[in-house]
């Protein structure tokens, strides 16, 4: 999981889309009773908000941090 997560990292910052991490947690812990759970208590942990135009992560509370701009930072 960690070599094709690697390979969909957008930049050298290490960001992710929700979607493609979504796709790839569900896709390895296919089966697995516990995966909606996990993924739930996990995403507000390894989640940001990512400014891709100024290559910045923002703040929660910055007006421009809005749900189209959340990634996943690994």
Do not use: W
Not at 15 to 20: A, G, K, M, P, R
Not at 27 to 36: H, V
Not at 68 to 74: G, L, N, P, S, V
């Amino acid at each position: 999981m960690r070599l094709e997560l690697n390979e969909r990292i957008e930049d050298e910052s290490g960001i992710v889309t929700l979607e493609v991490f979504r796709k790839m947690f569900f896709g390895y812990f296919k089966g697995e009773q516990t995966a909606f759970q996990i993924y739930d208590m996990i995403l507000p942990i390894i989640s940001v908000h990512y400014d891709s135009k100024s290559k910045k992560f923002l703040e929660g509370d910055d007006k421009r941090a809005t749900p189209d701009k959340k990634c996943i930072k690994i």
